[in-house]
């Protein structure tokens, strides 16, 4: 951490300060400059609150240098992270496609959407049992019927399944879920992820609306720092003015945690755009920009869905974008 | 809901789309107008996906009538809710002013704290035993003892106490607390809401960091619907571009809000600012500007504190806070 | 326009709404339903503004429904514009690539960067001659100068040249520009779009800040209305509160324009990521999804350049984006 | 300066990055620590581009320590500014009151604006002669005309006039103008703020949309720079997610403008809400937390108003607004 004091401190301050921070434990450096002095510390300055350093009346900056997450770091895990989830890899290389209904509905329809999204070759199902809707009044999924329902898509086709979870009190009912999601609304439920990090199942974590890159990444440290390592980032559309789209993909995301981290990072474009006829043209550039993976709305009846609609793709609108998307991956890979 | 359809759509289309509106029970209006026409929807519309409807190639656009919140609504409840804690009063009125530090650290610092703030005028004590923090690594609270803390400087002073919950799991130990509170990133922790509307106990609801004024009403929503009534809005600023400031307050939000709903709003400018000395003028602005109370960050040694010291008031600060605020108050009621 | 009246509006209210819309020129539908009245508005309604009618007490809404603009709109010309400039066209399946550095700083510079970003491939040289810069003490171009050196560039490439203007007042040293840009900060500087409109030499109209996408239309129309059609849109990031990036690049932003308006539409990633390094990665997804063309910068000593070095790309690194760029159109056309 | 090296660096890379820097004339002083090396540059930085520097492999991150800002900033001139407006003074203790139409429309409803509002205390007039409108094809003031009724409304109240400038090619027709306003919209339109720079006549400089205060803080430098050091600034909201208020107030830019600057800083309530009935909360509260004035917009009849008639006070409701403000003002001064 770097201290910039002001231009007109004096020494018995620069003295009180360095005191302050030596009782911490920390050693201090000192380099006086012509129009600043700057006080460098060294040692483990992680319980040193910088805003409060900033907001003493000799300071005028703080900078942090040592980074907040280090798990998640490619800094100290260079090679990319693959994510194993029954016969399907995701990360380092592999490119998985999540397909599937916003929610579950009914054995028919489960069944229905598994199995032509797993002929376009989907990797695996996604399907919504516990749905976080704004409003109380709107339908909030079927619960442990719809995991149950999703399994049963799972014995048809073979796909891996994932599902969302919305309160550490359902994880009994997520035994045999292949991959849990916690949502965009979820993502700083920092309890939910501490338990989440002491199972040793892939986690999707979506990106909030309004989080940055680096809360994203703390809250993936949240559940590995707890011990589990298989986390797989999802860039889902962030909050801004623009009311066109229902949020903005924010597609730079991609390249830029790739960069800062060794975590495989797919792209949701049903959810990020919620409309249908945009899902195409942002996932193949998600495919373009080096996403790892897409997950996409699929419903074998988008008119009849009863939620999202709007924004899902029919069967064959999927697998015209599948065959697109293979060709993007060969010109990019 | 009315849907605007597009200048180009045949009769054929309008026919079937009526049929499908019928189908779920509604009555159709339909009016032919120069360029447009227009489809009204009589009866429960709450089941129709506006968004889909809005989707569809005949649809130009959709706009959804009936308020999508009841019971937080002031237009079917005219009159200013009174929430009762303790023998203090929240609303209609009766200006509530909640300090204490951000953290609970230990006995000799509540009590210490609690005291001074109750000789200032403050009406209920805030301490945090649970803290959402960004980093895994950072202090997480005291927990179960923080709360038992709390609960020793309640019986010291007679202020009610508010503490956050971060955990449907940790309910339990909220038994004597008086007011829940519920923070800006579990704002949309639907679970956990439902489980809070089971109580008959205030909640304190903060905004999330990017929800808008709706969200947060049918936040409330939620824990109403659930059956209880008894809940505190908390605007404390929200994420926008600007950095010198940790968020942007919105203060035209306690106007608007108190518009919309019947229920109690709050201000906290400690966290909205992030800085102790913009605490002073956005506490008296709120006061000017109509709100049912503040939640202020009080701390007897900020430099010391274990987070946020950077926002925290002195007892002495906090003081003189209070006496321009009572006589804003006089001015403005 | 449709005016939704509030439940407990009175006949008489009605009236007397209803008479004052005839007072001026309208026809007024009434339909009263179940729970709300319906107030529909034919004829011309554009003098009637929105925002005073919904703020009446009896209003409880307001839609308008006629296009706020017309020339730029696809409803009215649902042919894709193809704008020409020398031997090169933009637009209609028509690819472009403008290239070039930030600034003109030299004879010497520019030549070399026009003559390697042609052999790439690049169609267009673009370079700044005004610059927009935040700070009054930072270098703000060789102005005059600089058009002459572009001129030179053009002469010895034969690659028409793109350069920004600041001011009316500078219009004269543009005559022998062929694209005309208007940066981000001047996108609603509508007196200097009313004087371009003027001219019928294309505009490169790049989105603002924080401009939505109908208000990057709305100044398009202003440039439209006053008698120049030759305009192209360009997405250049919009400011949100990530930082990593320096502004927020809105993909989804190209297949929305391209469905609301005719005009050709173009990504600029150098600006909208502000990092060399994710230029070639978001060049190729706005390649993906339907882009008409890029705007990359380029410049022969990136460390050299005495603006926004930063997000440059080398020649050599331009020639790598260009190949791939030209398979993914490959693929996507 | 300061740029933090990353770990990896080799003593041949930062001899290489000293070289450079000295080259440009600047002295250069290493600190090597534990976990990275630090870079401190002295003499004339203001040249250097941080974020290419940032960009270089080497470096892990910059941080500017001088002041970007020099004219406008309070720590060279510590005492605030008072500017004189004809017989009234802005600052420094004087609270203006800037009222008026949106748009100037007749020579009766001006004059009969003008009088009330300086019956109610207001002590500047304003009115719209040139109106930035999105649509080219909504009314855009009576220009010339406009401001020749203004200076009659003057000349029968006394009050001094403020009106906003479009293009520089206006210029002449502002002479008689006592303030000259720069709107939201034209706040980075560079080349116009050095024209005003030559001036000696107030500036009134309203934020931009989505403008940092860093930013509105460096467009008054321009200003300033120039020559013309009288410059009052204006707050008038901020393009957010919400969308209840046409923009989001944001008034901790006011302490934090006045600790940055010693130019006076004044609100304008009605434009950030875009709701009359918002004006008077959100004044008492700009007042409330040490706003140096406010612009209000007043309008004789506002359902007659040919623009924003939504956000215009009667001259009764301006009368209201302004006793409350003026017993703010007695508690916090």
Same mark, same amino acid.
């Given at each position: 951490?770097?201290?910039? =004091? ?11 300060? /360095? ?17 600043? %002095? ?17 907001? =003493? ?13 280090? $798990? ?14 029954? @016969?399907? $890899? ?14 579950? *509905?009914?054995? *028919?329809?489960?069944? #229905? ?9 989907? %990797? ?31 014995? #048809? /086709?073979?796909?891996?399944?994932? /599902? ?13 879920? !292949? ?6 609304? @979820?993502?700083? +439920? ?9 199972? @040793? ?18 809250? #993936?440290?949240?559940?590995? #720092?707890?011990?589990?390592? @298989? ?13 066109? %789209?229902? +949020? ?9 945690? $790739? ?13 990020? %755009? ?19 993976? =897409? ?8 008119? $009849? ?8 793709? /029919?069967?064959?609108?999927?697998? !015209? ?13």
């Amino acid at each position: 951490m770097i201290a910039v =004091l002001k231009s007109d401190v004096t020494d018995e301050q620069i003295q009180s300060l /360095t005191g302050w921070f030596e009782e911490q434990g920390l050693q201090v450096h000192i380099s006086k400059g012509e129009f600043q %002095t700057i006080v460098g510390l060294i040692g483990d300055t992680s319980r040193i609150d910088g805003d409060l350093v900033e907001s =003493l009346d000799m300071v005028e900056s703080v900078k942090r240098i040592s980074e907040p997450f280090k $798990k998640a770091n490619r800094k100290f895990h260079p090679e990319d992270s693959e994510i194993s989830v029954g @016969n399907t $890899k995701i990360g380092a290389g592999n490119f998985a496609v999540i397909a599937g209904p916003c929610s579950v *509905e009914s054995e *028919e329809q489960i069944i #229905a959407v598994a199995e032509s999204v797993k002929a376009s070759g989907a %990797t695996l199902l996604r399907g919504g049992a516990f749905k976080p809707r704004t409003s109380p009044y709107d339908f909030q999924g079927l619960h442990e019927e719809g995991i149950k329902l999703l399994l049963k898509a799972k014995q #048809a /086709t073979g796909l891996p399944i994932v /599902t969302e979870i919305m309160s550490i009190t359902h994880l009994p009912l997520f035994d045999d879920v !292949d991959v849990i999601q916690v949502g965009a609304r @979820n993502m700083q +439920n920092f309890e939910l992820l501490k338990e989440l990090g002491k199972l @040793n199942k892939p986690i999707l974590l979506k990106r909030g609306l309004s989080s940055t890159l680096k809360e994203l990444l703390m809250s #993936a440290e949240y559940i590995m #720092a707890a011990g589990n390592e @298989n986390v797989i980032l999802c860039e889902r559309g962030i909050r801004t003015f623009e009311t066109y %789209t229902r +949020n903005t993909l924010d597609l730079s995301a991609v390249p830029m945690l $790739k960069e800062l981290s060794h975590l495989p990072v797919i792209v949701d474009p049903s959810h990020a %755009t919620g409309l249908a006829r945009l899902v195409k043209p942002m996932a193949l550039a998600a495919a373009a920009c080096g996403a790892d993976g =897409l997950m996409i709305e699929v419903h074998n009846n988008p008119q $009849k869905a009863l939620c999202d609609g709007a924004q899902s793709l /029919t069967p064959e609108q999927f697998s !015209d974008v599948m065959k697109n998307v293979e060709q993007i991956l060969k010109v990019v890979r």
